[in-house]
T-cell receptor
Framework: EDKVVQSPLSLVVHEGDTVTLNCSYE??????LLWYKQEKKAPTFLFML????IEKKSGRLSSILDKKELFSILNITATQTGDSAIYLC???????????FGTGTLLAVQP | GAGVSQSPSNKVTEKGKDVELRCDPI?????LYWYRQSLGQGLEFLIY????????KSGLPSDRFSAERTGGSVSTLTIQRTQQEDSAVYLC???????????FGDGTRLSIL
């Protein structure tokens, strides 16, 4: 059965800290891995990763994929209170080509 | 509109009633998805429409759930004879094609009394 597992389930840090969120996957016919940030309502798209070892970066956020070890990490440097959210990881693939989501990591950044 | 639009934003109804949820995808997006998100759970795939192809209904939890996509644009998700376990946030997403990032609406929060 296809699955995506995220860790930790939740994390509390202070502003300025650096955090690393983990995502491991077992997805048949794997094509890509996506990260989303969910605050109050709609998940917003952060990154889509298709190739191993190539870091994608957007401001203080970066992500990388390891297709050999079947995992991805999302790094956030110099965290701010506005980074507080649930971070969702999803693998795209499976028998019928769809996103398989993990349960998310709840990040709380304290001032 | 610029993003995926869902309505209503909140729906409270009595057990046993039928409900209809609407999704207006981003213009030009051929792929449309419905998900369900329960408290403390990840997003659960429900159904997927791609262009004029037959929809992938493999995630629908029971035959009380159905969805349509008319004219390749607006979609409605219908839940018949609602039950308390149907209470959740129902999210719709669209993408340019099936292998492109999905963009989500704000969801409909459904509460069954």
């Amino acid at each position: 059965e296809d699955k995506v597992v995220q860790s930790p389930l939740s994390l509390v840090v202070h502003e300025g800290d650096t955090v690393t969120l983990n995502c491991s996957y077992e997805v048949t016919n794997f094509r890509s891995l996506l990260w989303y940030k969910q605050e109050k309502k709609a998940p917003t798209f952060l990154f889509m990763l298709t190739s191993s070892g190539i870091e994608k970066k957007s401001g203080r956020l970066s992500s990388i994929l390891d297709k050999k070890e079947l995992f991805s990490i999302l790094n956030i440097t110099a965290t701010q209170t506005g980074d507080s959210a649930i971070y969702l990881c999803a693998g795209y693939g499976g028998a019928t080509n769809k996103l398989i989501f993990g349960t998310g990591t709840l990040l709380a950044v304290q001032p | 509109g610029a993003g995926v639009s869902q309505s209503p934003s909140n729906k409270v109804t009595e057990k046993g009633k039928d409900v209809e949820l609407r999704c207006d995808p981003i213009s030009g997006h051929t792929a449309l998805y419905w998900y369900r998100q329960s408290l403390g759970q990840g997003l659960e795939f429900l159904i997927y429409f791609q262009g004029n192809s037959a929809p992938d209904k493999s995630g629908l939890p029971s035959d009380r759930f159905s969805a349509e996509r008319t004219g390749g644009s607006v979609s409605t998700l219908t839940i018949q004879r609602t039950q308390q376990e149907d209470s959740a946030v129902y999210l719709c997403a669209s993408s340019r094609s099936s292998n492109q990032p999905q963009h989500f609406g704000d969801g409909t929060r459904l509460s069954i009394l």
